[in-house]
């Protein structure tokens, strides 16, 4: 059962038992839930203008903003999450159409799934170098069509930070890789040699490992897929790689020789290409066991390090 109260300080409020609440702070209402002594947020009671997450509600610290918390509040103008929030939950600000600006406190480890997607007036956010998770479209993506043009000293930024990535991705630390991407991503959207690291990041932790995930697979697949549609330098790849994750995703065989077509048309001398697809044409036709173990031994080949870092060197050289 909620509880309410009316308090503009939360020093003198008797610690409360885990359970629903309501309080008002500073003429905001806030319903929130207490977890072990600590407060996440469940609905914040302004929906317009700016907007500031307080420290702490009922004496209880605020550590997370929960799911949908915001979702849809399209009047809010800001965002400033206060010193302590750890984690920012699912589609916590989904959908505020008109949010210009989020500030994020160095707190703040987790940033989940769609938490400001939609949000289609965030020119920019700044990730701290706390967050060790940013969950999938977490932010909105901004077409380079709709990108201004930005200081040099963000291309310099930004190729810093690509750079440590991919020593991270050369390293195996996925998710640190994959965190810096989202860094520079958020510095300058609309970069295809982010879409491309995360690509390949994606695709090596979901398709190339022994332990393949298929969200990972499915990311690899909308990044390629992304990308053969806005960088006609690197189509050829482009669509390599889209086909690779099509096999590994859903053994979608004809998807797969479609891509793996499209990037010999561009590019007639890739011999892995033709590769891939005549072996994709053979399950077509009709699967055998020896046709999916010459498959699978094409896709342990491009498993070993010398060919991502040589994906590397000739997808994004200026890294």
């Not at 310099?156 to 640190?176: G, H, M, P, Q, S």
């Not at 096999?247 to 892995?272: Q, T």
């Not at 005549?278 to 046709?291: F, H, L, P, S």
Request: negative net charge.
């Amino acid at each position: 059962m909620e509880k309410e109260a009316e308090t503009n300080s939360c020093d003198s409020a008797e610690p409360k038992p885990d359970g629903q609440y309501k309080e008002t702070v500073d003429g905001v209402t806030w319903d929130y839930k207490v977890n072990d002594g600590q407060a996440i947020v469940l609905k914040g009671g302004k929906k317009t203008g700016n907007i500031v997450v307080p420290r702490a509600l009922g004496d209880h610290p605020v550590t997370g903003i929960g799911n949908d918390a915001f979702n849809g509040c399209r009047g809010l103008e800001s965002v400033t999450i206060g010193n302590g929030v750890t984690e920012i939950g699912d589609r916590a600000f989904c959908w505020c159409l008109n949010l210009k600006s989020v500030t994020i406190p160095d707190s703040v480890t987790s940033i989940g799934n769609g938490a400001f997607i939609g949000c289609g007036r965030l020119a920019s956010v700044t990730i701290p170098d706390s967050v060790t998770r940013i969950g999938d479209n977490a932010f909105p993506k901004i077409y380079e069509d709709k990108v201004e043009e930005k200081p040099a000293w963000v291309k310099e930024e930004v190729n810093r930070i690509l750079e440590e990535a991919r020593k991270n991705f050369e390293a195996k630390k996925y998710l640190n890789a994959l965190v810096l991407c989202h860094k520079a991503g958020t510095l300058d959207p609309g970069n295809l040699d982010v879409d491309w690291l995360e690509g390949l990041i994606h695709l090596e932790k979901g398709t190339l490992e022994t332990e393949w995930d298929t969200n990972d697979t499915i990311t690899a697949c909308k990044c390629f897929e992304y990308l053969a549609e806005r960088d006609p330098g690197r189509r050829a790849q482009a669509y390599f790689y889209h086909g690779i994750a099509i096999v590994r995703w859903g053994n979608n065989y004809r998807i797969a020789v479609e891509n793996f077509d499209k990037a010999l048309e561009l590019e007639p001398g890739n011999e892995l290409a033709a590769k891939f697809r005549d072996i994709c044409r053979k399950c077509m036709e009709g699967y055998t066991a020896e046709a999916q173990n010459d498959l699978n031994s094409l896709l342990n080949s491009i498993r070993a390090d010398y060919h991502i870092n040589l994906s590397l060197n000739q997808i994004l050289p200026s890294l």
